[in-house]
Nanobody, 115 residues
């Protein structure tokens, strides 16, 4: 089983920035498909951004131009840089590491955007 640990959440004012980090265990990290998801209270979990083993990225329409996903295979870490944050971005953010048909989730990190 892959251990996935998120960090970097917190409270930020509207318009501010945060960087989320996700460390995943395993010698096959460079082959993982990695994704950031979020779940707001009363809503379903949704995909925010993803990056393939080749470095191709995709974003939800709601975060395009504001969020950037990147990975550092040498550090077994994937990042989510979040800029121009809005109150609607408030949610628990989860990281998922997938290889083949298997995917493992982290415990989540809370992001709150409020003045």
């Amino acid at each position: 089983q892959v251990q996935v640990v998120e960090s970097g959440g917190g409270l930020v004012q509207p318009g501010g920035s945060l960087r989320l980090n996700c460390a995943a265990s395993g010698s096959m990290f460079s082959a993982y498909r990695l994704g950031w998801y979020r779940q707001a209270p009363g809503k379903q979990r949704e995909l925010v951004a993803a990056i393939t083993s080749f470095g191709s990225t995709m974003y939800a329409d709601s975060v395009k131009g504001r969020f950037t996903i990147s990975r550092d295979n040498a550090k077994n870490t994937v990042y989510l840089q979040m800029n121009s944050l809005k109150p609607d971005d408030t949610a628990v953010y989860y990281c998922r590491a997938a290889l083949g048909a298997r995917g493992d989730w982290g415990q989540g990190t809370q992001v709150t955007v409020s003045s």
